[in-house]
């Protein structure tokens, strides 16, 4: 497949009385990170303990971004476990760690890359793209450090590079990522236009918003509705171009990534499991489940 590497438009204004259609590409949905307390009650089982969230996680979607390795390299044992609590067919995607992104800022990061590409190894197939999100402070200027720092990329790992800085959005930073088979990272994110770029066979896109807009996690706190309208329109058209789709939503998004992500796929007619479906029933107990 030949991959696109010219924006779509900018705003897609959905027929609200039109379906969309079966997705063509692959598409995998979840949240950023699952270790969250305040989903206790709402997403996971009353009185759950996170050595089991995972795995009731992945009873729901079929992927998560983890957003631990941010903060440094996970430990082997981690890493098996993690294995072993998911489902064959789950895949993980994994943020670069800071050191390398934000503190050396791409500079003699050789070292670190390597240590934390040999940390996630171990997952196999079960590891999907490595997410590369720079910092706001790196601009186009360093374009140079970028072409170096890419230039130190192992083949058998696939990459998908996010930029907070405007001055990327841009042809020539397309053209780079589609020569080198790197994928542009589609981000919904109050302080960054949102850019639709597709520069090889997959996208991947993170749906953001701002960290002062919600304190606590437990449900959702702000209407996007006509977004994800929009999102699940320019989702079927992005689908008609790439065999696969990552997607992942963060809490601040609108206050509870997993009811946002079942929102979105009720949107694209994907299959969706309600969450309190799965939880231990108590006898004499009649349960009802938020579809939402």
Known sequence: MNAVVRELPPAIEPDPKASVPQLSATLRLGTQGWSYKDWVGTFYPPGSSASGFLSFYSRVFDAVEIDTTFYGPPRPETVREWDAATPDGFEFTAKMPRIITHDRKLHDAGHDLLEFLEAMYPLGDKLGPILVQLPPSLDYGERQTLLDFLELFPEEFRYSVE???????????????????????????????????????????????????????????????????????????????VQRIYGFMNNHYAGHSPASVGDLKARLDLPHIPPASLWPKQPGVQQSFDLG
């Open 163 to 241: 930029f907070r800085h405007p001055s990327w959005i841009r042809e020539e930073t397309v053209e780079l990522l589609h020569e080198r088979r790197l994928a542009w990272t589609i981000v919904d994110l109050h302080s960054m236009p949102r850019h639709v770029a597709l520069t090889t066979d997959f996208t991947y896109l993170r749906w953001l918003g701002n960290r002062a807009d919600v304190q606590k996690l437990d449900r959702i706190q702000i209407d996007r509705s006509v977004e994800l309208d929009q999102w699940a329109v320019k989702l079927e058209t992005i689908a008609r171009r």
